[in-house]
C-alpha cells in the first residue's frame, strides 16, 4: 500500500516594508512625497523600490516627465496592496481592541456644505454612539486613493473597484443657473450662452459637456470661461451676476425660491447619483451600516 502525500508550495511573500513604500510611491507619483509620508529619506525609498524590483525580476516605474508612472503590471499590483495594507490596519486595530465606532468620512466641500452640514444634528442624533469626522475634499478621489479615510461620499459614475462596496443613496438633478436678469437673456435659446461667461468648477472640470450630452442641448462654445477652486467659488460668483454656472439643485433651492438665481433651462435627472463608497470589510459593520441607512432615509430614494 502506497500513500500519497500532496506537495503544497508555498510562495514567498515580498517584503512587507518593500510592499508599503512602492504603494505610497504609486499613489504620490513621486520618490520625494511617498518619503515624507512615510517619514524616511529619498534613499530608504529607493532601496525598498530595488528590493521589490529584485524580488519580481522587472522594472515597476517608467519615468514620465518629473513623475514616476507604474507599469500597468504595477499598477494592478498596487490597487491590491493598498486594499491588502488596509485590512491588515485595520485587523491590527481591532485585535488591540481599537474603537470602531468611528468613521473618517471624505466629502466634497460644496456637497458637505449645502446639504450634509444642515443635516448634521439630525445624523448625530440616528447614529447616537457613532462619531463621523467629516474631513472636506476640494477635489474628489475614489476611496482606494485615501488610506487615511473610512468612506468617501462621491457624486457621479461610480467606478467599482476591488475590495471597495458603494451604495447609492440620493439622486441628482442639476442644470445652469444665472442670477434672474441673466437667466432671462438666454433662457428662449441656450445658444445665447455664448455671449456670457461660463463659470466652471475645478473639482468637476467636465460638468458642462455632460450636461450638453445629457440634456440633448447643442454645445456652445462659450466665449470666455472662468474657474475657480470649487463649486462654492462658482456659485458666489454666479449670485453677483458674473456668469452661468451649473449647480446640482438641492445645492441652489434657496436661491431659488428667493429669486437669486433662476434655472433659465430646468433640471436634468443624473441616475448616478450620490453614493457612499466604504471599504469591503467594512461595509456589513455596525457603524457603517447605521450611516447607510441614515443616508438613505435623509437622501432622494435611489430608483
Known amino acids: 500500500m502506497h500513500c500519497y502525500v500532496a506537495s503544497v508550495v508555498i510562495m514567498r511573500l515580498p517584503s512587507l516594508k518593500a510592499v508599503r513604500v512602492f504603494e505610497a510611491v504609486c499613489r504620490h507619483g513621486s520618490i520625494l512625497g511617498a518619503?515624507?509620508?512615510?517619514?524616511v529619506v529619498r534613499g530608504a525609498v529607493r532601496q525598498q523600490l530595488a528590493i521589490l524590483e529584485n524580488y519580481f525580476g522587472e522594472k515597476l516605474f517608467e519615468r514620465d516627465g518629473r513623475k514616476l508612472a507604474a507599469t500597468p503590471k504595477a499598477i494592478r499590483f498596487?490597487?491590491?496592496s493598498n486594499a491588502a495594507l488596509t485590512m491588515l490596519e485595520r485587523a491590527a486595530l481591532e485585535f488591540a481592541g481599537g474603537d470602531n465606532r468611528r468613521i473618517r468620512l471624505g466629502v466634497p466641500s460644496a456637497f458637505a456644505i449645502w446639504w450634509l452640514m444642515p443635516r448634521l444634528a439630525n445624523m448625530q442624533s440616528a447614529l447616537g454612539s457613532v462619531d463621523v469626522d467629516i474631513v472636506p475634499m476640494s477635489i474628489v478621489e475614489p476611496l482606494s486613493l485615501h488610506p487615511e479615510l473610512d468612506a468617501v461620499i462621491m457624486g457621479g459614475e461610480y467606478r467599482p473597484v476591488a475590495g471597495?462596496?458603494?451604495?447609492?443613496?440620493?439622486e441628482d438633478e442639476f442644470g445652469p443657473v444665472a442670477t434672474p436678469?441673466?437667466?432671462?437673456?438666454?433662457?428662449?435659446?441656450?445658444?445665447?450662452m455664448v455671449e456670457i461667461t461660463a463659470l466652471v468648477s475645478r473639482s468637476a472640470p467636465t460638468?458642462?459637456?455632460?450636461?450638453?450630452?445629457?440634456?440633448?442641448t447643442e454645445e456652445v462654445s462659450f466665449r470666455r470661461r472662468q474657474e475657480f477652486e470649487d463649486l462654492l467659488l462658482a456659485l458666489g460668483a454666479a449670485r453677483s451676476g458674473v456668469g452661468v454656472v451649473l449647480a446640482p439643485r438641492a445645492a441652489i433651492e434657496d436661491d431659488l425660491q428667493r429669486k437669486v438665481l433662476a434655472a433659465p433651462y430646468g433640471f436634468v435627472r443624473r441616475a448616478a447619483g450620490y453614493s457612499l463608497s466604504c471599504r469591503?470589510?467594512?461595509?456589513?459593520?455596525?457603524?457603517?451600516?447605521?450611516?447607510?441607512e441614515w443616508l438613505r432615509r435623509s437622501g432622494v430614494p435611489a430608483q
Not at 35 to 39: D, K, T
Not at 209 to 216: H, L, T, V
Request: proline share 4%; aromatic share 10%; glycine share 4%.
Open 78 to 80: 498596487a490597487e491590491a
Open 164 to 170: 471597495v462596496t458603494a451604495v447609492k443613496f440620493m
Open 207 to 216: 460638468l458642462w459637456q455632460e450636461w450638453f450630452a445629457e440634456s440633448g
Open 181 to 192: 436678469n441673466l437667466a432671462e437673456r438666454i433662457a428662449d435659446n441656450p445658444a445665447r
Open 35 to 39: 518619503a515624507a509620508e512615510l517619514g
Open 280 to 292: 469591503s470589510a467594512d461595509a456589513r459593520k455596525p457603524a457603517f451600516t447605521a450611516l447607510q
